[in-house]
């Protein structure tokens, strides 16, 4: 199955694409979609490079699904609503080229990668290198959206098992004060 997965950013949005047989995992591209041919201030523009980019290589590479970083909030408030619509750009891409999405956070990558949640980018750098038998070092949004490619490939499955048997059921909670449903 061949996997997209991406790291999105309003400057920088990382992409990376592997082919996972089973357990097996080998590389087929990565690289960085950039917006800083345009204005800063020019937020529609930007969103549209991003949104065309990451049509392009759907269209390139032919992924049979895609994943996508979860984006948190940071320090600064508009910092992450500008990142949030970078995500957003990348996700209507991807979902009007009609590819199942799934979406990770970046501990769950660097968990599934390195082995723990707070490991520094240039870890995920040299894990990706060996888990892809790269000859050099990705780029570090690349890395990223390999990494989120290969977490994926993992837990992807798992995942999807787990989701079909099991129904989310309505439960009531602290019956004695009225409780809660949900």
């Known amino acids: ?61 032919q992924p049979k699904c895609a994943a996508v970083e979860i984006v948190f909030v940071n320090v600064n408030p508009q910092s992450t609503l500008l990142l949030g619509q970078a995500r957003g750009a990348a996700l209507t891409s991807l979902v009007s080229c009609d590819l199942e999405v799934a979406e ?11 082995g723990h949640g707070r490991a520094s980018k240039s870890q995920v750098q040299l894990m990706v290198q060996r888990l892809l038998a790269l000859p050099g070092l990705p780029g570090t949004d690349a890395a990223d959206a390999l990494g989120i490619a290969i977490m994926h490939a993992h837990a992807g499955a798992s995942f999807a098992a787990m989701a079909k048997s099991t129904t989310l059921t309505r439960r009531t909670h602290a019956q004695f004060g009225g409780g809660r449903t949900y």
Request: charged share 20%; net charge positive; glycine share 12%.
């Open 1 to 61: 199955m061949r996997i997209l997965g991406i790291d999105p950013g309003l400057q920088t949005t990382g992409f990376g694409v592997i082919d996972a047989d089973g357990p097996r995992l080998s590389y087929v591209a990565s690289g960085t979609i950039r917006t800083n041919a345009v204005a800063s201030g020019q937020l529609p523009q930007r969103l549209k490079i991003i949104f065309d980019g990451v049509r392009e290589v759907v269209a390139r590479y």
């Open 104 to 114: 990770y956070t970046a501990l769950q990558m660097k968990k599934a990668v390195v």
